[in-house]
């Protein structure tokens, strides 16, 4: 199985990423580091224990991160529920994360790994900006990092940034310029793996705990602002088509192209700038002198194969 450490903000999506990844015999979830986004750090890291416990997988080690992004204040965002996942009334965890931060866990389990380990962040970056920084050797065992992040087209924290990208901008320039490689499944594919409100009733009704969670997590409508109708109704797979995408790559399309993150301040911060022009020329890819990241960009998804997958793998 392919080596994977998740690094999650738990948060609805991210749960059901984790039920994946647990799940799934190709896949090898060799560690979670939680940071905060989708609520405070602490929640973050209740939750992804009370998950991984209802999953079934009570031993995989789960750290504790950065309580705020490099630059900005602390501020969560109340897009899944009060407790940053879905208000369900989900027991407390009956266990704590390991006495080790985030970053240590991060370079430890990678160096420790026999095989290079595929990091799939689905949150804001600043764990993984903050391990590239102390422990750039990492990237010597580091096969890929595929990152649910960004946007070519429409945003949601803003007109033109996703809320990953946008809570701690300076930390994902730092991914997309460590020269590892990196997959950018963004908001364009994001929003399209939707599981119909059939199998979401089919889930909740099972009597296995890790299912019924899946259910109960995809009947949660995320309350972002400003996304298209279709991606406020139920049943989004979310963070969790990242996973599927490194488990069955090919039911992504991909390009490799330029992108570079709006620092500025103002109403472009936090934007991924994915320059899709045909042709491009060496000039252009490092654009006013700048070295821009040539990243895998998901241009396209196959939304029916990944909720196929999803489904097969956690509802057992
Ligand atoms: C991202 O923001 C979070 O709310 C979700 O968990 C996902 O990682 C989407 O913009
Ligand atoms: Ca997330």
């Not at 903000?9 to 940071?35: N, S």
């Not at 990237?139 to 949601?156: D, K, L, Q, S, Y």
């Not at 990243?295 to 793998?313: G, I, K, M, N």
């Amino acid at each position: 199985p392919i080596p994977v450490i998740i690094d999650c903000d738990t948060g609805v999506d991210d749960a059901l990423a984790l039920l994946f990844a647990v799940r799934h015999p190709g896949l090898d979830l060799r560690a979670v580091t939680c940071v905060a986004g989708n609520t405070d750090v602490d929640g973050v890291v209740r939750n992804t224990l009370t998950v991984l416990e209802q999953a079934g997988a009570p031993d995989i080690p789960v750290a504790r991160g950065a309580e705020r992004p490099l630059l900005e204040p602390a501020r969560s965002a109340p897009v899944h529920g009060a407790d940053g996942m879905g208000d369900l009334g989900l027991p407390a965890p009956a266990r704590t994360p390991v006495d080790v931060d985030a970053v240590t866990l991060l370079h430890r389990e990678i160096l420790a790994s026999p095989r290079p380990v595929t990091l799939v962040p689905t949150a804001p970056l600043t764990n993984i900006a903050l391990l590239l920084r102390t422990h750039p050797e990492v990237t010597r065992n580091i096969e890929r990092i595929v990152f649910m992040g960004g946007a070519v087209g429409i945003g949601n924290a803003t007109p033109v940034a996703e809320f990953n990208v946008w809570h701690d901008p300076e930390a994902a320039a730092i991914l997309l310029t460590a020269g590892v490689p990196v997959t950018m499944y963004g908001l364009d594919v994001f929003r399209q793996v939707v599981v119909d409100a059939a199998e979401v009733h089919r889930l909740r009704a099972s009597a296995e705990p890790g299912t019924r969670l899946a259910g109960e997590l995809l009947a949660h409508r995320p309350a972002h602002q400003g996304e298209p109708p279709e991606a406020e109704e139920a049943g989004g797979l979310g963070d969790a088509g990242a996973v599927c995408a490194v488990a069955d790559p090919a039911g992504l399309t991909t390009g490799l192209l330029p992108v570079e993150v709006s620092l500025a301040p103002g109403p472009t911060r936090g934007q991924t700038v994915v320059d899709r022009r045909p042709r491009l020329g060496e000039s252009e890819i490092h654009e006013g002198g700048r070295e821009r990241a040539l990243v895998d960009v998901a241009l396209e998804v196959d939304a029916a194969r990944y909720v196929r997958l999803y489904l097969e793998t956690v509802a057992r």
